[in-house]
């Protein structure tokens, strides 16, 4: 079996690839299985955490264990949704057994729905820093992971799909374009705060610019652009025109 760790931060379209994976038949797919861990190591208030507590196992080390070591059914390849911010106070080992892909998106698109959410939120919840010293880690390593760009994913997304299948060694398919709107079995519990628009969807929605950025934010922004920047140099390019 082949395990798939897919390394975002939030508002990322995330869920949407999540559900593209969904709809190949040899693939399973699993929803954020370290949000209840980071959930109790770190005190974080969000939405809906003390359902989640309740309701996942909160046990990373052995949440991944579970997942990389258990019963993955008939599927060749086990795809787990991750936020690059849940990796705290944990043992990363188990990332020596894993491909891993990083998504990103530009920071003045991304931070105006985030702080939605989370108003008072910190470069910490962007996950974008995590996400440049993972990443540069592995290579460290020796593995080669990949990145993907939220932005270039919409403008061209079976290009940068069969792109990512191809760093993958995994065959590229159309179904991984459709999904059926509504919620998902795979969703986690906490779906009901974060999925309003995914569940409308039915494929990756349109590349549409935002033009607005609330001065409020700029502060953040600036925190964001220097990781933001590292990380898209070596994302995967979209081949339509920009």
């Known amino acids: ?3 798939i760790c897919l390394w975002s931060g939030p508002r990322n379209v995330s869920t949407a690839l999540m559900y593209s994976f969904a709809q190949r038949s ?21 939405p809906g955490r003390d359902e989640v507590l309740e309701n996942v196992n909160c046990d990373g080390d052995a949440e991944m264990q579970k997942l990389l070591r258990g019963d993955n059914g008939d ?3 086990l795809f787990m949704k991750q936020m690059a911010h849940h990796l705290v106070d944990i043992d990363r080992s188990f990332l020596e057994q894993t491909s891993n892909i990083f998504l990103v998106r530009d920071p003045r698109e991304m931070l105006p729905s985030l ?6 939120a910190t470069l910490a919840d962007t996950g974008l820093k995590m996400q440049w010293h993972l990443f540069d880690s592995l290579r460290t390593a020796g593995q080669a992971p990949t ?8 403008l061209d997304p079976p290009s940068v799909l069969a792109q990512l299948c191809a760093a993958l ?21 906490w779906a009901k705060h974060w999925y309003h628009a995914v569940h409308q969807s039915d494929g990756f929605a349109p590349y549409v610019a935002k033009t607005d950025f609330p001065a409020h934010l700029e502060g953040l922004l600036a925190e964001c652009n220097p990781w933001y920047e590292k990380l898209f140099e070596y994302s995967i390019r979209a081949s339509r025109a920009n």
């Open 1 to 3: 079996m082949q395990a």
């Open 26 to 46: 040899d693939t399973r797919v699993v929803d954020e299985p370290l949000y209840g861990h980071f959930l109790r190591v770190t005190g974080t208030l969000h």
């Open 75 to 77: 599927f060749d390849i």
């Open 115 to 120: 702080t939605i959410q989370l108003p008072n």
């Open 147 to 154: 990145i993907i760009d939220s932005r270039e994913l919409l």
């Open 169 to 189: 060694r995994i065959q590229y398919t159309d179904d991984m374009l459709k999904w059926p709107t509504g919620p998902r079995s795979e969703d986690g519990i």
